[in-house]
T-cell receptor
Framework: AQKVTQAQTEISVVEKEDVTLDCVYE???????LFWYKQPPSGELVFLIR??????QNEISGRYSWNFQKSTSSFNFTITASQVVDSAVYFC?????????????FGSGTRLSIRP | EAGVAQSPRYKIIEKRQSVAFWCNPI?????LYWYQQILGQGPKLLIQ????????DSQLPKDRFSAERLKGVDSTLKIQPAKLEDSAVYLC???????????????FGEGSRLTVL
């Protein structure tokens, strides 16, 4: 069965600090997608990134970077030089590529607070 | 381009009452999803529509929850009768096609927060 674990319930850092959000996943499939979403106080989830299980290259987008390690079943998200606008709940998620009944399974989220 | 619209944003009811939530997806999006997000948890898929047909309703508590998308555009989610444990945010999302459930390219509304007293 699929499962996504985000062990960090809440993180609070001071602005300009770097912060890493952890994500560990479980799946029996060899082909799957991993995602990160951001949920700001307004409530809508915003898609940030997708990685497929064949591509372990790390990705950087501005202040955001993602570290995918199949050996440890982890897909961690780092924000460099955090800003107050980064305050939100972040969800890691997983879906299987070829399952006929594919759905996105979300972790429980990490609430990130950036203090000025 | 208008996003996914949901109403009402907030609703407070007593247990055993009924409630309905409405969702209008992004124009042209064939696939519509309803998610339930309980406080402190990630969203859980309740039902997925492809046009006006149901693709997946395996996690919908069918004894009290119902959903429809009669004309393949907007959708209504109903709870009758409500229980305390139904207190949650109900998120509607849409995608161009059914592959959204795999690729994660879903567009979410701001949600409808339900409190059951």
């Amino acid at each position: 069965a699929q499962k996504v674990t985000q062990a960090q319930t809440e993180i609070s850092v001071v602005e300009k600090e770097d912060v890493t959000l952890d994500c560990v996943y479980e799946t029996r499939d060899t082909t799957y997608y991993l995602f990160w979403y951001k949920q700001p106080p307004s409530g809508e989830l915003v898609f940030l990134i997708r990685r497929n299980s064949f591509d372990e290259q790390n990705e950087i987008s501005g202040r955001y970077s993602w570290n995918f390690q199949k050996s440890t079943s982890s897909f961690n998200f780092t924000i460099t030089a955090s800003q107050v606008v980064d305050s939100a709940v972040y969800f890691c998620a997983l879906s299987e590529l070829y399952s006929s009944a594919s759905k996105i399974i979300f972790g429980s989220g990490t609430r990130l607070s950036i203090r000025p | 381009e208008a996003g996914v619209a949901q109403s009402p944003r907030y609703k407070i009811i007593e247990k055993r009452q009924s409630v309905a939530f409405w969702c209008n997806p992004i124009s042209g999006h064939a696939t519509l999803y309803w998610y339930q997000q309980i406080l402190g948890q990630g969203p859980k898929l309740l039902i997925q529509f492809q046009n006006n047909g149901v693709v997946d309703d395996s996690q919908l508590p069918k004894d009290r929850f119902s959903a429809e998308r009669l004309k393949g555009v907007d959708s209504t989610l109903k709870i009758q009768p409500a229980k305390l444990e139904d207190s949650a945010v109900y998120l509607c999302a849409s995608s161009l096609g059914a592959q959204g459930a795999r690729t994660g390219e879903l567009f979410f509304g701001e949600g409808s927060r339900l409190t059951v007293l």
